[in-house]
Nanobody
Framework: QVQLVESGGDTVPAGGSLRLSCKIY????????FAWFRQAPGKEREGVVC???RAWKTTKGRFTMSRNNDKDTMYLAMDSLKPEDTALYYC???????????????????WGQGTQVTVGS
């Protein structure tokens, strides 16, 4: 059974930093596409960043995604946080889709339960 467990969500002041973790159980960590999404209240879930199965680290603006195969864990480091970054953050795994610039929710097969990030103004 595949299970994704996020952690690291917190309340931080604007300008702060935070690192989220996602521990993955029940699948081969090296052979899939991984991603982070977020969903703010009243808004649709949106993609933040993804990592293909041969990549170890990628940066998109203020967000850096990385993974540690030995720990079956992926990370999302967020810098210079803004109030508009407030959302529930989800990690996700796709068995078949590559990492693309525009992340599509339906491309991802497994999801975590989400971890809350709140950025104060």
């Amino acid at each position: 059974q595949v299970q994704l467990v996020e952690s690291g969500g917190d309340t931080v002041p604007a300008g702060g930093s935070l690192r989220l973790s996602c521990k993955i159980y029940g699948l081969s960590f090296e052979e899939h596409t991984f991603a982070w999404f977020r969903q703010a209240p009243g808004k649709e879930r949106e993609g933040v960043v993804c990592l293909g199965y041969r990549a170890w680290k990628t940066t998109k603006g203020r967000f850096t995604m990385s993974r540690n195969n030995d720990k079956d864990t992926m990370y999302l480091a967020m810098d210079s946080l803004k109030p508009e970054d407030t959302a529930l953050y989800y990690c996700a795994v796709s068995e078949t889709s590559p990492c693309t610039e525009d992340l599509v929710v339906s491309d991802y097969d497994y999801w975590g339960q989400g971890t809350q990030v709140t950025v104060g103004s």
